[in-house]
């Protein structure tokens, strides 16, 4: 199950690097845009916040990683840690957009489903190991 939950955070990681890349990178891009949904001027008028938001999502991708490699190479304690803080705050996060913004239910669940299959199966394998 750890592994199991070591991939899964893995995933969700490598979702969030792809939104970082559309919000920091491609924001005013159509693919973005449609993503998104925002029109042309919408993604002007939001693409500093957009910039900083991607960011964010870079950060919790980028701890969830690290844990992943601190886990592997041994150090797990630091690992697990790192990867429930890192999914654990995309869970969070895309909790926040569920309740915020309902109509975004899709996003949001494709944001909040693989860390929080991420963090329980690594609880359930750290418990059980």
Same mark, same amino acid.
């Given at each position: 199950?750890?592994?199991?939950?070591?991939?899964?955070?893995?995933?969700?990681?490598?979702?969030? *690097?792809?939104?970082?890349?559309?919000?920091?990178? *491609?924001?005013?891009?159509? #693919?973005? #845009?449609?993503?998104?949904?925002?029109? #042309?001027?919408?993604?002007?008028?939001? #693409?500093?916040?957009?910039?900083?938001?991607?960011?964010?999502?870079?950060?919790?991708?980028?701890? *969830?990683?690290?844990?992943?490699?601190?886990?592997?190479?041994?150090?797990?304690?630091?690992?697990?840690?790192? *990867?429930?803080?890192?999914?654990?705050?995309?869970?969070?996060?895309?909790?926040?957009?569920?309740?915020?913004?309902?109509?975004?239910?899709?996003?949001?669940?494709?944001?909040?489903?693989?860390?929080?299959?991420?963090?329980?199966?690594?609880?359930?394998?750290?418990?059980?190991?």
């Amino acid at each position: 199950m750890v592994v199991a939950g070591l991939v899964l955070a893995g995933i969700a990681g490598l979702i969030h *690097v792809y939104i970082f890349y559309l919000e920091s990178v *491609v924001w005013t891009g159509a #693919r973005a #845009r449609a993503v998104f949904g925002t029109s #042309r001027e919408e993604a002007e008028v939001t #693409r500093q916040l957009a910039f900083n938001q991607g960011f964010y999502n870079l950060f919790l991708a980028v701890a *969830v990683v690290v844990g992943i490699v601190a886990y592997a190479v041994g150090a797990h304690p630091v690992g697990a840690t790192l *990867v429930f803080v890192g999914a654990g705050s995309m869970v969070a996060a895309g909790l926040v957009l569920l309740v915020s913004a309902p109509s975004k239910a899709s996003a949001a669940l494709k944001q909040l489903l693989p860390p929080l299959l991420a963090v329980v199966a690594l609880a359930v394998g750290l418990s059980l190991g």
